[in-house]
């Protein structure tokens, strides 16, 4: 009879669960940040709406954060360098090329490009750190990125022939390396500051490097204050913002770098079944074909338990 597990293995599993929940929600929030993305388009300016997004996440994280930051804000003058590069890699950094490509390239070549991040951050982290991935996370990943091209060309591989790239794409590249280099740094972001209290300072100085974009692209406040273009912005500040980074933070840092990159090829999944929900957007066996093969390239990638992330 196999022995019980102990009370620390038990703590290992709950910690390792309670990663992958974070993660698992910060996928969601993501993906449906895709579907508002879309409702916005041609109502709200990108650079209004990253903006806002961050200013009022920045402002939601403000009444937790305000006392503890000012109390630590000798460990901030301290850490500004750190905390200043994973603004603008994390944030800045990679909304605006995001934002920017979106205009010039297509939505598969966005998508392939959000299937090589996982592959990007294991690149990293083996050329900078020398972190290598066992065979069966690497199958994984790679099975991921075939079920995201799956869902991206519509189960047609003639598309792949089809394919062009522009500057758009050469944007949308810089978005994901920045989200990567992003991801790794996290390792180091200053351990006296608590996961609120940091997110909260990346949000604030991450708003700070949209305001001049975002008074460069609009004529006023830039767009109309309806219904739809409030749920927008609010929904975007809420949850992609306020939430998923706080969870994304907390999931790299209890179950490290690697397996939370393999996290993101749920988001086209997940992005399939809001489109489906929100956009009344048909589901075709491609779908199912590439959502199975994701699941299961996870699954496979997370065989190897937590890595190290501090």
């Known amino acids: 009879m196999a022995n019980p597990p102990t009370a620390a293995a038990r703590t290992a599993q709950t910690s390792v669960l309670l990663a992958w929940t974070f993660l698992t929600l910060a996928c969601i929030f993501w993906a449906g940040s895709s579907v508002a993305g879309r409702v916005a388009v041609g109502h709200v300016p990108p650079f209004a709406l990253s903006f806002w997004r961050w200013m ?105 022939a089809t394919l062009a790239f522009n500057p758009g794409d050469l944007l949308l590249l810089v978005a994901y390396v920045a989200w990567s280099f992003y991801t790794v740094i996290l390792r180091w972001a200053p351990e006296e500051l608590g996961h609120l209290e940091f997110t909260c300072a990346l949000a604030g100085v991450g708003t700070l490097m949209f305001l001049p974009l975002y008074l460069t692209e609009s004529d006023g406040l830039g767009f109309a204050l309806t219904t739809n273009n409030l749920t927008v912005i609010l929904y975007s500040a809420v949850f992609p913002s306020f939430l998923a980074y706080l969870f994304w933070g907390r999931g790299v840092a209890a179950i490290g770098m690697h397996q939370a990159g393999y996290s993101q090829y749920l988001v086209p999944a997940f992005g399939v079944g809001l489109a489906h929900v929100m956009l009344n957007e048909a589901i075709h066996p491609y779908h199912w074909a590439g959502i199975v093969a994701i699941f299961i390239g996870v699954w496979l990638s997370t065989r190897t338990g937590p890595d190290i992330a501090h």
């Open 56 to 160: 009022i996440a920045f402002l939601l994280f403000l009444p937790f954060c305000a006392a503890p930051l000012y109390r630590k804000r000798a460990v901030l003058a301290r850490h500004w360098k750190i905390v200043t590069l994973l603004a603008f890699l994390g944030i800045f950094g990679f909304s605006t090329p995001f934002y920017l490509g979106l205009k010039y390239t297509t939505a598969v070549n966005a998508s392939l490009f959000n299937a090589l991040s996982p592959i990007i951050i294991v690149l990293i982290a083996f050329a900078w750190l020398k972190t290598r991935v066992a065979p069966l996370p690497l199958f994984g990943v790679v099975l991921g990125f075939a079920g995201t091209v799956i869902i991206a060309i519509e189960g047609d591989w003639r598309i792949l």
